[in-house]
């Protein structure tokens, strides 16, 4: 028997006892239920980690992958202030198309101008993508000169906004590109958003179908940051649930909804290491029952 030193055995007495009565981490903890239901929206079936919403409540997944359902049928994801809708996503391609909910109404004239925010860390957007620029609130325009351009005049649209009229235009990528008129309208807020490449085309013959691209969206692929975490989860767990714990800012894994043992001793044995210098799992246990 390996010798113990009595303030060392008093040590981890009080540490064993400190980790059996030491509140759980976040107020939820002891209650990590349903991470085995899926999310169902309208035409999206059967959808789960990462993604968490509906039956699948938010421990069940990283925050930035919250889904909504709003009237049973429009599936909705929030990033940071910004809300999409998602048309189509498949969990093995890991691929969304989202569309900016704003632009669902009847007109481009959305209130709230941002540009797209997507965390680019978590959703690439696909690379055959392109940009339709929006500008707003444009004055100084010569009606002559829009007049006598095609293009201009197809590119324009105007807004009512608190019972004025506002003008503005779209222009695909390079915004002004091939355009000689570019002194003569002045804009004061402009945004880019990712449309389809194969709708972009279309917009270029036909600009009235602005709106229908917008309301079609851009894809993006998704990436879970914490995907090793799960994949350990599952394998050391097997029937286990990967989820998160929003006040930890860290993944966890969930078994029969509850955190899954293991992780809290390890951290009581890590500390012991460093109090004892050299310890292991069996010789402390044997000194903790001899004990007592
Ligand atoms: C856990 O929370 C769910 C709601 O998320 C509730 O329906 C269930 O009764 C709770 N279970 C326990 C054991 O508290
Ligand atoms: C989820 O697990 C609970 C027990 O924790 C079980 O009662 C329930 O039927 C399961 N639901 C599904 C959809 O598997
Ligand atoms: C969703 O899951 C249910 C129950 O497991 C199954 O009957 C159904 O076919 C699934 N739907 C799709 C689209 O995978
Ligand atoms: C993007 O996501 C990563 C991974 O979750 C996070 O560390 C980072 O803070 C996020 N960035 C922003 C701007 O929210
Ligand atoms: C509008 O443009 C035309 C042609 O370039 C020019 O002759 C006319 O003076 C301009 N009108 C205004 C009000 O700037
Ligand atoms: C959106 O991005 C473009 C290009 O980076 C920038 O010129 C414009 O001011 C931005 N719009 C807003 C509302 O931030
Ligand atoms: C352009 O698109 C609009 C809206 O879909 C449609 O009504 C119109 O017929 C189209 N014009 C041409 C020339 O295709």
Do not use: W
């Amino acid at each position: 028997m390996h010798p113990f030193t009595t303030t060392t055995s008093f040590l981890l007495t009080l540490l064993f006892c400190f980790h059996l009565t030491a509140p759980s981490p976040s107020n939820d903890i002891n209650n990590l239920s349903n991470c085995n239901q899926t999310f169902s929206c309208g035409s999206l079936k059967n959808v789960t980690y990462p993604f968490t919403g509906g039956l699948r409540p938010s421990h069940c997944g990283p925050p930035e992958f919250g889904l909504t359902c709003d009237e049973d049928s429009v599936t909705i994801l929030k990033d940071n202030s910004l809300s999409y809708r998602v048309t189509h996503l498949d969990q093995t391609s890991q691929t969304l198309r989202l569309s900016r909910s704003e632009f669902h109404g009847d007109s481009l004239c959305t209130l709230e101008l941002t540009n797209s925010t997507l965390n680019s860390s978590i959703f690439d957007i696909d690379p055959s993508h392109e940009t339709l620029s929006l500008f707003y609130r444009c004055d100084n325009i010569n009606t002559s000169i829009i007049a006598s351009d095609p293009m201009l005049r197809n590119f324009r649209f105007s807004c009512d906004i608190h019972g004025e009229t506002e003008e503005g235009f779209y222009f695909i990528s390079n915004p002004y590109f091939g355009y000689s008129s570019t002194d003569t309208i002045e804009c004061k807020t402009s945004i880019q958003v990712p449309v389809l490449g194969s709708q972009a085309q279309q917009l270029l013959v036909n600009g009235s179908l602005v709106g229908e691209v917008l309301k079609e969206g851009f894809d993006v692929r998704y990436i879970d940051p914490y995907s090793a975490d799960c994949t350990r989860c599952y394998k050391k767990h097997p029937g286990g649930y990967c989820g998160f714990d929003a006040q930890l800012g860290k993944p966890i894994c969930i078994c029969n909804d509850r955190l899954c043992p293991g992780k809290q001793k390890s951290l009581v044995f890590m500390s012991l290491v460093k109090l004892t210098g050299e310890i292991d799992e069996r010789r402390f246990l044997s000194n903790y029952i001899m004990l007592h």
